[in-house]
């Protein structure tokens, strides 16, 4: 080993006593920086990553280290000391590891000199240093198997010349075999071989962040052919001109076995897909524990088809093998009750006549147009997740992103496909539950206790309900199989000692018919489980069969992997200013049941989980009166509100407004200021611009900083929370300083979710639109006073009703004056009854609020504004609100894989002179690295020579 290392020392010193080192490193840094920053326009990408960087080695690396191992053996031939160094005690083995280490000495000391662009972007934004490792590795590797290449094909040639052109056909060839623009003109297995052929998918493999054994072995199965061929030329000049022999023939034999085991150990390796280590920071491409969680609740057996065309879009094509791989984890995962099947519809008309019938999957037309010509390719990219008689279609808009990276260039890559097919998973499993009996998934006996008045104290129309809540108990007793239990106390009952209780402990009060029937009566019903409390609702209309799906809805939030219902209140979309919550919607519905609702009859839908209130406009007390009872009833709120609102259309305008909820909000201990925060750390606002180009005015679209839009990262996420800590980013558009009264809330549990930065300010102004003359650096003119701005903030605990002591705006008679609502009841042939009312005056401590102080939130119009600039859709406030759900209903699973996914890489704003001091920086940085490599090896060689004060001079 010590030989080896001596010889492999001498080369690399060899590669600086002439300018080629130097020339080498000079190239491979010149060019690396020129793609990161112009060709691939890294500060127009907007990410926080180093991919730029490994996207192009590949081919860069075929030229450098064909130019650098092109003299390795060939000037040994030219030069006459080949013979010399055969001839000597050397062993030949020896000298091929050498050389061989010194060359790829010389491109790891390339590789190093690149340090400081991930440097750079760490401090740019949150990069994942999964895939800079990985990439970092790849390129190590492929650097090998490269110069394994080059020093055998210089081995072959006295021409340094030839064996350049040599080794850069080889490479060129090894890439070319796995690279789109080959696959794509055969079917699917074809092109499947030949991209585990190729060097280049197996470099991208790895530049993921996945180190798998497969793809490392391959070019370590490179090296080793390559090396021992290597070894057999340099032999086969030992014999050259003597006669054949036996042992010459064993060296033949020997070479050619270690080659074919080399090959034959990518076969082996082939099947064995967890040999693999996922080192991104969220590890993106293994399983989670929550999907494992959910495919343990797995009681029938869960098919999961992969409908994929061997003819594809060639930015789709790639993405196949990994979705494959994904899918076959997901049968070992399911330990049996999971089937996972590819099929390819254009070849069997059976399945594709299935697939257009019963489940609506159809080919999609792409247009693929090449030098030559332009076509039509009809593919399938779909992934069907079937349990029981329930189905979910994943097609490709929901498997892919695709990115803007510059005039006429995508980057399509695969959007979260574990989160995709496990929210389908989960959505069929819980809706096929749904059908069911949910006492199957609980695993603790239900109580249910009625707190009701006697017969001769409830409304007539009570009584008869009293009645079916008899018969609705006996049914749920038949399905419970002993796992239900039903009781029924009157809280008046011994001097009214329970109903102080339950006053006191949820709130409960007596209820009145109307205020035209004022006898006070109670008529509350609770389910209790394994300490957990639900409340079954009172139906509005009064019926037996709107009481069973009460109590069933009641009995479905106490069981586990039952399909949630969200309560959704929005304003009308009429007008051409109105909201809309269209991709809210969409995103929403994957994976729970939403349900549009008012409000105005004064109630939450029975069967609501959650209620989202966004943007509310002047609302009534019987709307306020829902949301404030629903809390009392331990529910969760989620409101978007602020006293600004902002209409987007070809000019930005803003205008004062009044949601209905500031009174509540502030009895409850929460308020937002009547102000709008402006942060200098802001994303920006595409802008358009008049350019005269040559006499021709052209308008152009340009980013420009907008104080209006905060840019929250960092210490502007509350890292301790699930609902943001795994954002990365957040931009909050038009946003109001809200405030915790610490006095109210003392009791409950405050968690900051977002703030401003510390050099925000706030200004009460309405012209929102900026003046970049006046204010160049930002088009507002600051304030002098800056501060952080809380944005939103979670509150959890026991609230007060707002409506403590006061009557129930339900029990209100729809006429204005009293007198005329007693004469319209009397002269009435038919009574309509009034609805039944009381005040739940306090919550439990599972009650929540969640509060975003903007008014523009999640609307679609604010989301395709910050997606013009980042050249994809900007789905980061939908993001927060999936996991402000799902951490209020105490969904962690899918929260959990989300997160994995949703973290924004994206960089932090910055100014054009910001982004030219970066570039100029690692210009200056890679130039040092040469220089400090030059004056290492100077000092070098003034140390061996004694010679300190010469270099330091020259220096």
Partial sequence: ????????????????????????????????????????????????????????????LIFLVAALTMRAWSEERRSGTLETLLTSPIRP???????FLAGLALVALALLLTLPLPLTVSQLGPLDWGPVIGGYVATLFLAAAYVAIG??????????????????????LFYLLGSPTITTLFGQSVGNLLAALGSGSRFESITRGVLDARDLYYYLS????????????????????????????????????TAANFIVGNLWLAPIGWARADITREHLYSLSPATRQYLAQLHEPLLIRGYFSAKTHPLLAPLVPQLKDLLEEYAVAGKGHVRVQFVDPHDDPGQEQEAASKYGIKPVPFQVASKYQASVVSSYFDILVAYGDQYQVLNYRDLIEVKARGEGDIEVGLKNPEYAITRSIRKVLNSYQAGGNPFETLTKPVKFTGYLSPDARLPQQLVALRKDLDAVLADVKKEAGGKFSASFQDPDAEGGALGRSLKQKYGFSPQVASLLDPQPFWFYMLLESDGQTAQVPLPADL??????????????????????????VKPAAFGADAKRYTRLTETLSATMRLEDTDLKNGRVPADADLLLVLAPDSLDDKQVFAIDQFLMQGGSVVVATSPFDVSVSDSLQARMHTSGLEKWLKYQGLSIGKTMVLDPQNAALPVPVQRNLGGISVREIRMLPYPHFPDIRGAGLNDSSPITASLGQLTLDWASPAA??????????????????????????LDIVPDYRAWPQSGFKPAKARGAQLLAVALEGRFDSFFKGKDSPLATPPAADKADAKADAKAADTKTPEPISGVIERSPESARIILVAANTFADDAVLNLASEGLGSLYTQPLAFLQNAIDWSLEDRGLLTIRSRAQFARTLVPMTRSDQVFWEYLNYTLALLGLLAVWVLRRWGRANARGRYRSILAEV
């Avoid at 021409?159 to 040599?166: D, K």
């Avoid at 061929?229 to 001109?241: D, I, K, M, P, V």
């Avoid at 069973?548 to 992997?561: D, F, N």
């Fill in 151 to 172: 020093q055998y094909m210089s081995a072959r040639t006295d021409n340094p010349i030839v064996a350049l052109i040599l080794t850069g056909v080889v490479c060129g």
């Fill in 93 to 99: 083995l020896h000298l091929v590891l050498g050389k």
């Fill in 1 to 60: 080993m010590a030989e080896i290392w001596r010889i492999a020392r001498k080369e690399f010193n060899g590669f600086f006593a002439s300018p080629a080192a130097y020339l080498f490193l000079g190239a491979f840094l010149a060019v690396t920086l020129f793609v990161f920053f112009w060709v691939e326009t890294f500060f127009a990408r907007n990410l926080a990553d180093v991919r730029p960087l490994f996207h192009w080695m590949p081919v860069l």
């Fill in 740 to 765: 915790v009264d610490a006095k109210a809330n003392a009791a409950r549990k405050v968690t900051p979710l977002l703030r401003s930065s510390a050099r925000s300010w706030v200004s009460d102004d």
């Fill in 543 to 568: 019926s037996q069969a709107a009481l069973k799906r009460s109590l069933e809805s009641a009995l479905q939030r106490l069981a586990p992997g039952f399909l949630k219902t969200v309560a959704v």
């Fill in 222 to 257: 490179i090296v080793g052919v390559f090396l021992a061929l290597n070894l057999f030329s340099l032999e086969h000049l030992r014999w050259a001109g003597n006669p054949s022999s036996p042992r010459h023939r064993q060296w033949s034999w020997l070479v050619a076995l």
